[in-house]
């Protein structure tokens, strides 16, 4: 399963970006779906986290309130709607699906998820 990331780009403080994940070949149904980001030299951290199994939704405090994920279940493509964007929020954007075979309660960890997908620049600046 290969997934893949659109949408980022340039926006200026105080913008807004919506990025997508679709899955190639494969419908994006998996019970644990998440955006992660990462930036030079850091390890890559939860943004926001879907688990299907449970209905939670895991928000990294540095996002919550600003950023949105969600699932289009019709067309297989889970959004992050990102609103109020800083500059500490530039980086590198991943999606990831797993089955959520260990049901765990929450997926926000990079080791709970085995399917990656290449990711997508957000750059914050004015």
């Known amino acids: 399963v290969q997934l893949q990331a659109y949408g980022g780009g340039l926006v200026q403080p105080g913008g807004s970006l919506r990025l997508s994940c679709l899955a190639s070949?494969?419908?994006?149904?998996?019970?644990?779906i998440g955006w992660f980001r990462q930036v030079p030299g850091k390890e890559r951290e939860g943004v926001s986290c879907?688990?299907?199994?449970?209905?939670?939704?895991y928000d990294a405090d540095s996002v919550r309130g600003r950023f949105t994920i969600f699932r289009d279940n019709d067309k297989s493509i889970v959004y992050l709607q990102m609103n109020s964007l800083k500059p500490e929020d530039m980086a590198i954007y991943f999606c990831?699906?797993?089955?959520?075979?260990?049901?765990?309660?929450?997926?926000?960890?990079?080791?709970?998820?085995?399917?990656w997908g290449q990711g997508t620049l957000v750059t914050v600046s004015s």
């Open positions: 990831g699906a797993d089955w959520a075979i260990s049901r765990a309660p929450i997926y926000d960890t990079t080791s709970q998820y085995e399917y």
């Open positions: 070949g494969f419908r994006l149904n998996f019970p644990a």
């Open positions: 879907l688990s299907s199994l449970n209905d939670i939704t």
